[in-house]
């Protein structure tokens, strides 16, 4: 395998499955963590033809693809909940047999160990209250699951604010992304779901409130603070960048603080995702590689923390998020960001002309200057974390922290939450009733967004254990169950969850059935896995939907072509 290259049959082959999948005539996969996996597989697969073409296509390289796409399937069987694998597993193994040899049959992929399939969720699951957030596309809810008894923050997006602005695929790409993430410090997603007016992302509730509203109330934060800070959130974006995501808005009001004082990144609304890197591969990236992974020439995220090569549209990558990191440690240790102005005009400007300047008040110490210094480079390739995450974790302002165990470090500031639906972190409005959106408004079936719903990992477990409660199958009955006992139990199962659920959100499971009010002679099937041929039936139903869905996004598409097409010629006449 050393000597061996692509060949011009090879490289037709990958052409063709980059050609047959393309984002605007393949349907993804309804389920989240596959949707992801699907975008990992062929990402590798573009990434690798422009290797080719560019002349950087190498031996090493070669040699460990097959064994990215091994492990990017590998995890999504992990976390695999509903349907089947077939389709990706039919992808990988086409990718397989192109460049890899060895790669002659689907048992070389590996059996599927899923969990119980569960039923698909349902906004019916969910009472909402609390208004706690609220952004361009929709807002965050507090939201109780009515059977497993817990609080979780439900975000609604509009999908008429998506379809006007022709955004429908980064709602998709922030399923997938959270759907599949499982790091401490990234926020994890329970389910999604569709209704008749909005998209909805059930995810874990953060009661500390986040980082933007712990520095307006307290001011800057102390050295000790903003240093476990900063890691957590590096540890994060280095987990993020090894599978491709790069987050491009990160900043305090994005990095949610748990009950316990640690935090977690959310929002991927803006996010891009590129090639998966894992950490162990043995070749190189380019530095020009990294840094220009992208030329779509976009500009988004929050003007602050926008990086200057975004600014002036040369093409960006990972280190725009590197970027971002060392403007929001300026911003934990002094308060406010280095480059500012009156208008986007002049905030851009300095961010691409400006210099630093340390005559602020507090002073931060001499190496976290350095650091921030180094992060703020304007030239990407020599920016610090471009070459990898290392040069940040060995920077003298981080030594002493341990990056395998921070979840074990206390922080200096805890947030004194009353209660798992304490809201006084977070936005609380008192007129709620104002604020809350009624699903039977704005209903129209042209926004059909049935393959949206998935649920994750933590969800199957979770309903699993209420499950074998419900249906007696643990050795005592739900009456007998003790605090000490449900707590026992609760401990053998921890390491079974993913890394992402905090302790107190395992804790927080019922001790008793949550479903006991229930009468014991209702029918209790829904509960149970579907049959087979109730599963063929209800496959047969979501295969025509998902051909509907895919004829009106041809079609829409196809019109705002045309729209964009008659305003250009109309431009040239006049």
């Known amino acids: 395998m050393a000597d061996y290259l692509l060949d011009k049959f090879q490289v037709d082959a990958l052409w063709g499955i980059v050609i047959n999948n393309r984002p605007d005539t393949a349907l993804l996969p ?88 569960a039923r698909m969720p349902h906004i019916s699951d969910f009472e909402t209250s609390k208004l706690i957030g609220a952004g361009t596309f929709g807002s965050v809810y507090l939201a109780r699951h009515k059977d497993l008894h817990q609080t979780f923050a439900m975000k609604k997006i509009a999908k008429r604010k998506l379809e006007a602005l022709e955004v429908e ?36 509730y953060a009661e500390g409130g986040d980082c933007y509203t712990l520095l307006d109330t307290r001011g800057p934060l102390s050295v000790p603070l903003a240093r476990l800070y900063f890691a957590e959130a590096v540890v994060a974006v280095e987990y993020l960048h090894s599978y491709g995501v790069v987050h491009r808005d990160l900043k305090p009001g994005n990095l949610l603080i748990t009950s316990t004082g640690h935090i977690k990144v959310t929002d991927f609304g803006d996010s891009k995702l590129g090639v998966m890197i894992p950490k162990n591969n043995i070749y190189k990236q380019l530095p020009e590689e990294i840094s220009r992974e992208f030329r779509d020439h976009e500009v988004c995220g929050t003007p602050y ?80 974390g471009t070459a990898g995450t290392f040069e940040i974790k060995g920077h003298p302002f981080l030594t002493g922290l341990d990056f395998d165990n921070l979840l074990s470090q206390k922080p200096e500031y805890v947030p004194q939450v009353a209660s798992n639906v304490d809201t006084s972190f977070s936005i609380n409005h008192s007129d709620i009733n104002k604020h809350l959106v009624s699903e039977d408004e704005d209903d129209n079936e042209s926004f059909d967004y049935q393959n949206f719903s998935s649920s994750s990992e933590w969800l199957s477990k979770l309903c699993t254990t209420a499950t074998r409660r419900m249906n007696n199958e643990d ?72 051909q509907g869905s895919l004829l009106r996004r041809i079609l829409s598409s196809c019109r705002r072509r045309l729209s964009r097409a008659a305003r250009a010629i109309a431009c040239c006449y006049y």
């Open 30 to 117: 309804p389920d989240g963590v596959l949707s992801f996996t699907h975008r990992l597989v062929m990402g590798l697969v573009r990434d690798c033809l422009t290797k080719y073409y560019h002349g950087h296509l190498t031996s090493e390289y070669l040699r460990d693809l097959p064994q990215n796409i091994r492990t990017s399937l590998q995890q999504a069987e992990a976390r695999f909940q509903n349907g089947d694998l077939s389709s990706i597993k039919e992808l990988a193994q086409k990718v397989l047999s192109i460049v890899d040899r060895r790669a002659r049959s689907p048992e070389r992929l590996g059996a599927i160990e899923s969990l119980i399939p």
């Open 169 to 204: 695929e980064g709602a998709y790409l922030e399923r997938d992304i959270l759907t599949f993430s499982d790091c401490p410090f990234v926020a994890s997603m329970l389910c999604c779901f569709p209704t008749k007016s909005h998209l909805c992302m059930v995810m874990e």
């Open 305 to 384: 923390y926008i990086a200057p090569e975004v600014i002036l549209k040369k093409g960006y990558g990972r280190p725009v998020d590197w970027w971002a990191m060392g403007i929001i440690l300026h911003k934990f240790l002094v308060g406010s960001v280095p480059f500012y102005g009156n208008s986007l005009t002049e905030i851009e400007n300095n961010i691409v002309c400006g210099h630093l300047h340390w005559d602020c008040e507090p002073i931060p110490p001499f190496d976290a200057q350095c650091l921030i210094t180094e992060l703020l480079r304007k030239n990407p390739e020599q920016r610090l």
């Open 475 to 546: 050795p005592k009955s739900p009456a007998e169950f003790t605090q000490a006992s449900c707590t026992n139990i609760l401990e053998m199962q921890k390491e079974s969850f993913p890394a992402s659920i905090r302790d107190d959100a395992i804790s927080s499971l019922p001790c008793s059935s949550p479903l006991s009010d229930i009468p014991a002679h209702e029918d209790r099937k829904s509960s149970m896995p579907l049959s087979r041929v109730q599963q063929n039936s209800e496959n047969k139903e979501k295969e025509k939907k998902r």
